[in-house]
């Protein structure tokens, strides 16, 4: 068996890392995972999180988790917080030794356990201060000036790859001019948008992100962890580069979105006077998925008009939906390191995710009996009294997960499916005067039906046959088909949530961009099981399949009396073949 665990993968930016360590570039790799707090992360994130602290893994590094929040009116503590569980919870067990926070009060960042007292993540606003001071360095090395266009007219002059840049009429400010301006900016004399500092370039260049480009705004803003310290905020291409770079990051690894701004990375660590050996950017396409939308703005816009009841829907592609619902972490590192890191942007198939996540619930599931559409069963040889208990092994080939016992009696359910009538050919489960064996009991027989007053079946009255019980001495007789059953009297009664793709379409951010006209309607259908009662005792540590039915996870809303289980997949993939039905 290959896990994400065992088998390393290998691509274009493992082995800069490999050649970078074998030329004695880095003491050590340190990688670091770097969100915006503005929303919760999501399986594009997944990807990012498995190779940056997959890479601090393989290669005996670090990964700092750094809240990169250089922009105050978006961000937000409740986004911090499911950040860093969904990290966590995302590479427990796997990368959690790698995983580095910041040692509260230490002036240069000191990368500490996440369990050390006091530990918490990195944030790029704690460098607030020192890249402040870099931009007067570059002020004072006439690199950088006050520019007082407004946006649009910054906009405008700036141009396009193939339209000329215009010159600022601030660009040739005096450095003492620039200081002073600057340092007023800070000072809050200026509104919102009166001023910007930009770094001085080049507006003939080529790339767009060298001309001229800004590096302070103005925002009078209540910062989620500065406070209300700063009215001047760092723009993200200044801000990146130098946390990394404080944070003694040696490889920082980005989507390829980010590729046109890397020689402004590199131009800002150049002309400043940072430690050596300074850190690199490189660049892997991002995840795209089929039959999902993956921008924080859309995820966003799903949670506040109520398509979905938060983030942590089991139908979001959120980790904390996703983990809601029931998919193992480890399935999701499977899933990222399937996909390999490429430079080439395309769209995975969802189905690719779902094979991950079967292939391992397959392997770990707990089997159960529940029946999600009941039909009565009677079995007519039975004592009203009868009270059985059956042995059950709870993970085929792996006797260590061990067995237990479920009650059998004269009172059973059925899946409604599993009788027909008028059964088409290759029909091997139950109709009139037919057989079948009950998973783990005895083969039975139907003889009769009961109608209601419209005819439809409402119960079938059988026969067991006593000698054929599974695993006993008389059992040599086969049938064709096996169905899972629940004892009536026995059964609990839960709440089965069954979820299929939220939206209809492969891609549904194609087109004119309305892609809340391709949410899938049904979703999500809500139906009463009944359950053998062993899952009363159902954890959150657990997941299980019901045995041909499909793999299921308690909600951690359940109460008690009233168990929710989510479905996590079903055990095949109807839905390319076009067969999809809840
Ligand atoms: P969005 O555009 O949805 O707001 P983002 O890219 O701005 O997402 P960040 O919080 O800035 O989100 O992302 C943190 C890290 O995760 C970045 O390094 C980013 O490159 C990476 N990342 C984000 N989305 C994906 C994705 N779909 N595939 C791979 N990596 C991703
Ligand atoms: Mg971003």
Redesign the pocket.
């Known amino acids: 068996m290959t896990t994400a665990d065992s088998v390393p993968p290998s691509d274009f930016i493992r082995d800069i890392v490999s050649a970078d360590l074998a030329a004695g570039k880095h003491s050590q790799v340190v990688t670091r995972?770097?969100?915006?707090?503005?929303?919760y992360?999501?399986?594009?994130?997944a990807?990012?999180?498995c190779l940056n602290f997959g890479i601090a893994r393989e290669f005996n590094g670090v990964c700092h988790l750094r809240m990169?929040d250089t922009n105050p009116t978006k961000e937000d503590v409740e986004y911090v917080e499911s950040i860093t569980e969904d990290v966590q919870w995302l590479i427990r067990g796997w990368a959690d030794h790698v995983l580095r926070f910041k040692k509260p009060g230490s002036g240069r960042p000191e990368a500490v356990s996440p369990a050390e007292a006091g530990a918490e993540p990195f944030y790029a606003s704690d460098y607030f201060e020192r890249l402040h001071d870099y931009a007067v360095e570059l002020i004072k090395a006439g690199k950088a000036y006050v520019c007082d266009l407004t946006p649009e007219e910054t906009d405008r002059y700036r141009g396009a790859p193939d339209k000329e840049g215009i010159p600022s009429p601030y660009r040739d400010r005096s450095v003492e001019e620039n200081l002073d301006l600057f340092a007023r900016m800070r000072a809050g004399e200026f509104p919102d948008g009166a001023r910007t500092l930009r770094a001085k370039i080049d507006m003939a260049s080529r790339n767009v992100w060298l001309r001229d480009p800004l590096l302070y705004r103005i925002r009078h803003a209540e910062h989620h962890h500065s406070g209300r310290q700063w009215c001047i905020y760092p723009l993200y291409d200044f801000a990146h580069c130098l946390s990394d770079s404080v944070e003694g990051i040696s490889h920082s690894?980005?989507?390829l979105e980010?590729e046109v701004h890397r020689p402004l990375y590199d131009w800002i660590l150049e002309n400043l006077q940072v430690p050596q050996p300074r850190p690199h950017q490189y660049e892997?396409?991002?995840?795209?998925l089929s039959y999902t939308v993956?921008?924080?703005?859309k995820?966003m816009q799903l949670v506040r008009e109520g398509r979905v009841s938060g983030w942590d829907d089991p139908r979001m592609p959120t980790i904390c939906g996703m983990r809601r619902r029931g998919v193992p972490a480890e399935a999701l590192r499977q899933f990222a390191f399937s996909i390999g890191v490429t430079k080439y942007n395309g769209v995975t198939d969802v189905a690719v995710l779902e094979h991950s996540i079967r292939t391992h619930l397959n392997q770990h599931a707990l089997r159960r009996l529940g029946v999600l559409r009941p039909l009565k069963v009677t079995l007519t040889n039975l004592p009203e009294n009868h009270s059985e208990q059956l042995a059950a092994i709870n993970l085929p080939d792996n006797p260590e997960a061990g067995s237990r016992l479920i009650p059998f009696s004269r009172h059973l359910l059925i899946e409604q499916d599993d009788f027909m009538e008028i059964p088409p050919p290759k029909f091997f489960r139950l109709r009139p005067g037919g057989e079948v064996r009950l998973k783990y009991g005895y083969i039975i027989r139907c003889d009769d039906v009961v109608r209601d007053a419209s005819g439809t079946v409402v119960e079938l009255l059988c026969t067991a046959d006593l000698d054929s019980k599974t695993g006993g001495a008389t059992s040599n007789r086969k049938v064709k088909g096996t169905i899972h059953w629940v004892s009536a009297p026995d059964a609990i009664r839960a709440q089965v949530r069954l979820y299929e793709r939220l939206f209809s379409v492969p891609e549904p951010d194609a087109g004119d961009g309305n892609f809340l006209q391709h949410l899938n309607p049904d979703s999500l259908q809500t139906v009463e099981a009944f359950l053998e009662p062993s899952l009363a005792a159902a954890t959150l540590e657990e997941r299980y399949q019901l045995e041909r039915v499909g793999y299921f996870y308690l909600d951690k809303e359940s109460q008690g009396q009233n168990p929710v289980f989510n479905r996590t997949i079903s055990l095949k993939d109807s839905w390319s073949k076009g067969t999809a039905k809840a």
């Open positions: 995972f770097p969100p915006e707090p503005n929303g992360l999501h399986i594009g994130h990807k990012s999180i990169d690894i980005c989507t980010f892997f396409a991002r995840l795209n993956m921008s924080k703005r995820l």
